[in-house]
């Protein structure tokens, strides 16, 4: 397999290299930082120790400087998908944001037997204690090969051992899943922290009537907001539980909108010829049912603009991309049939069957102003930390590379 070159933006760079960590590759601590859990979850978010070569944390993937995404650049995929701690291995899905994702519901079925919730693009893990738990023991991410390594990295950081004792019990370390379980509450304690869902955007600015809209984002925001003229609302509920104020732009369920593989990434990341991802259906509490083969979790749109790549593979890179894409199962124009990032005739989906043919076909096509006005509706929920990430015009992506800083990625040894 080819070895990606692995670069960041000189800004996000810096950042990581003045991170805190000691010259034996431990982070810097203090226990005296660690007296709640989510502060001791804050620490091992940020803590590389946790993965096999010690080159990877949570916040690798999930930047707190990047909308919670992965920033990283490789020289064959870009932003598409991430790479592991041993500095060669490529998922086959990006790496959604973990901002807002406290408040996506457990997985199951709903009252009218619809799957929803849970986290992952296939809602594999329920709850967030569950999803946190994943990716230290993913050969292709964090790479620890069991839970009992996982721990006793953990018991190498005396704070830790503290922090653990006093928050689960001196007894939390007496077997392996219990003190790997406490890891995962603490991460996902964290995860809940208004650290990541500020409601703070231009949008929620404007709903608290602290910030005009301009007349092109008002009618995007109408645009997103009806059921006559876009079906955008559909999936992408713009109310939460209680109301507009905490809208996450999503309803939670699973859909197969027809996205098309994403070839660049299957040519370098090793994945078997013919490959094809399932999606829900390969969930384990889904059984494999054909009916939800090719569906995957709608996705918040708070901080879209500054989280692309999009789709769960990443395959698109623009966020006008996206929105043509929608408008392609409606127009009858050419045009509208060609990928503007390729010049190319739209690729065909990677599994054609349960399409969402009625939601994606239920309102009319829509011209260049409107597709535009979306585009500069989905700029207003960005929140206010990351407004300076935008792209400053359409068809520019957001936080482009500036002056590539090498990274190295050599594997450390255990």
Same mark, same amino acid.
């Given at each position: ?37 989510? #502060? ?60 807002? +994702? ?22 594999? +893990? ?25 721990? #006793? ?34 991460? +996902? ?110 996705? @918040? ?5 500054? @989280? ?19 408008? #392609? ?12 990032? @390729? ?35 989905? #700029? ?35």
């Amino acid at each position: 397999m080819i070895k990606p070159r692995i670069f960041l933006s000189a800004a996000l760079a810096a950042s990581i290299l003045l991170a805190p960590f000691g010259g034996n590759g431990m982070s810097a601590h203090g226990g005296e930082d660690y007296a709640t859990l989510e #502060k001791l979850g804050a620490a091992l978010f940020d803590d590389p120790n946790l993965s096999m070569n010690r080159t990877m944390a949570c916040s690798t993937c999930h930047m707190q400087a990047a909308g919670f995404s992965d920033a990283r650049e490789s020289e064959k995929v870009g932003r598409d998908v991430s790479l592991g701690d041993d500095g060669i291995s490529l998922g086959d899905r990006n790496a959604p944001t973990a901002a807002y +994702a406290r408040f996506t519901p457990p997985f199951g079925k709903n009252a009218t037997g619809e799957y929803v919730g849970g986290q992952f693009w296939d809602g594999r +893990a329920s709850l967030l204690e569950d999803q946190a738990g994943g990716p230290p023991l993913n050969p292709l991410e964090m790479g620890m090969p069991d839970k009992a390594s996982v721990v #006793k990295r953990l018991r190498e950081n005396p704070d830790y051992v503290a922090a653990l004792g006093t928050q689960f019990g001196n007894d939390v370390f007496q077997s392996d899943e219990t003190a790997y379980a406490a890891m995962t509450k603490a991460l +996902a304690s964290f995860e809940r922290s208004d650290e990541f869902s500020t409601f703070d955007s231009k949008y929620d600015r404007f709903l608290r009537g602290e910030e005009k809209l301009t007349d092109q984002e008002e009618l995007g925001r109408v645009l997103i907001s009806s059921t006559q003229f876009t079906n955008c609302n559909t999936c992408h509920e713009i109310r939460g539980a209680r109301g507009l104020e905490d809208g996450l732009f999503t309803n939670h369920k699973y859909f197969n909108i027809g996205v098309p593989a994403n070839t660049a990434v299957r040519a370098v990341n090793g994945s078997k010829p013919g490959a094809v991802d399932l999606g829900l259906a390969q969930n384990p509490d889904v059984g494999g049912d054909p009916a939800q083969r090719g569906k995957f979790k709608v996705p @918040t749109l708070r901080n879209v603009a500054v @989280t692309g790549p999009y789709m769960h593979n990443g395959v698109f890179r623009d966020l006008r991309t996206v929105v043509l894409f929608y408008v #392609k199962y409606k127009s009858k124009k050419p045009s509208r049939q060609i990928n503007p990032e @390729t010049g190319k005739t739209w690729d065909a989906p990677e599994v054609p069957e349960n399409i969402a043919m009625t939601e994606l076909t239920s309102a009319p096509a829509l011209d260049d102003k409107r597709v535009d006005a979306i585009v500069a509706f989905l #700029k207003t929920l960005t929140d206010r930390r990351y407004e300076h990430l935008l792209p400053k015009e359409a068809g520019q992506m957001a936080v482009p590379p500036a002056q590539p800083v090498p990274v190295n990625v050599t594997p450390k040894a255990p």
